[in-house]
């Protein structure tokens, strides 16, 4: 497979599971009694998080060097580390509500990135 058509597919992918993610975070946070949910917010981060971290890994093979040359990779990697960010804070504090704040920035910066910068 062509990198940058794994580039633009794990693109998309970071954005949809972001966007998922934030939804559940928000049910979650209107009915907190749906154990579940809380489950399905981390597990999402975790995979756009390796879907993210996998892009920047791939830009990084194909140019050489360290992915935040261009605005477009500064911000998946401003993405990458605010959903690590993210896990680590939800881990410690075991609260739903860092979901609540940190998916939809995520979600924002992804999007942004994906239609503003593509090529």
Same mark, same amino acid.
């Given at each position: 497979?062509?990198?940058?058509?794994?580039q633009?597919l794990?693109d998309?992918?970071?954005?949809?599971i972001?966007f998922?993610?934030?939804l559940?975070?928000?049910?979650?946070?209107a009915?907190p009694?749906?154990?579940? !949910?809380?489950v399905l917010?981390? &597990?999402?981060?975790?995979? *756009?998080n390796?879907?993210i971290?996998t892009l @920047?890994? /791939?830009r990084?093979?194909?140019?050489g060097?360290?992915?935040i040359?261009?605005?477009y990779?500064?911000?998946?990697f !401003?993405t990458?580390?605010?959903? &690590?960010?993210?896990?680590i *804070?939800?881990?410690m504090?075991?609260?739903r @509500?860092? /979901?609540?704040?940190?998916?939809?920035?995520a979600?924002?910066?992804t999007?942004f990135a994906a239609?503003?910068?593509r090529?």
């Open positions: 497979m062509d990198l940058v058509k794994l633009n794990l998309n992918i970071s954005f949809a972001l998922a993610t934030m559940i975070y928000w049910v979650g946070a009915f009694r749906i154990p579940y !949910l809380s917010g981390s &597990t999402g981060m975790a995979i *756009a390796l879907c971290a @920047l890994g /791939g990084w093979l194909e140019a060097y360290f992915p040359s261009n605005l990779e500064s911000l998946f !401003l990458w580390g605010l959903t &690590t960010i993210h896990l *804070a939800e881990n504090s075991g609260s @509500l860092v /979901g609540v704040f940190t998916s939809p920035l979600m924002g910066i999007a239609l503003t910068f090529k």
